[in-house]
């Protein structure tokens, strides 16, 4: 059996917070640079230059792209044939946010009960969402969330005869309701099916695919495409100036459900889609 020490998986994740705030995925840039070329209105093509000149200062000197540096959200599949050695993987997890957090002085945002509202000074704990697969290698990825898109998200228990209309109208219904609010231009995933919870997994997960990769089944591949024309076309434009980039792109996951139900979650994120991944080997 292949192991892992807590020290290997601690410095890693310090390592993916540093990343993830402050360089902008190059999906992101490149999806960017396309709007530049197709944006019509000259407030959305200047928005969108500001935006490209944000993320080159960023990675240059090393400082977030966004001051809401998030909530971190960490997606990790651990293989069934590792052992993780000197500690507890949970809260390996959580010193690497802490530490990273600390090393690169990013914005602390996490209280401690949602009601008494005391920061716990770290931005720990860590939403962790873990899998277990095949081998023996862990596999990372940090998906840092500021909350000026993810308040913007809603799920809703549509009835299965509302179908596949009902599902699209929800989804831009949330966009159009969201406005300027979550600092378009944005990114949506979309999950469908399954129970409550995991549709709202679905949605969060969506968000890693690469801006512009399509959905393997063909035709929900076709639906990304449909939202997408649809929710470009209500025109909020760049930062909600007005303009055809509102969303850069839309991913769709998708998962068995219960007869009786539709349901779908819808998560947004703005222009700073940050995500980062790791593989260590055991």
Sequence with gaps: MKEISVQ???????ELCLEANCVLNQDVVDALQRSLVTEESPQGKEVLELLLQNAEIAERESIPICQDTGMAVLFVEVGQD?????GSLTEA???????????GFLRKSVVTNPFTRENTQDNTPAIIHYDVVEGDNLTLTLAPKGFGSEN??????????????GMMDFVVETVEKAGANPCPPIVVGVGIGGTMEKAAYLAKKALLRDIGSAHQDPELAKLEQELLGRINDLGIGPQGYGGRTTALGVSLEVFATHIAGLPVAVNINCHVARHRKIVLKG
């Design 8 to 14: 290997k998986i601690v410095k890693a994740v310090e």
């Design 82 to 86: 590792l052992h993780i050695t000197g």
């Design 93 to 103: 997890l959580n010193e690497g946010v802490r530490r990273g957090y600390k090393k």
């Design 152 to 165: 913007m998200g809603a799920l809703k228990m549509l009835k299965p005869s509302d179908g596949l209309a």
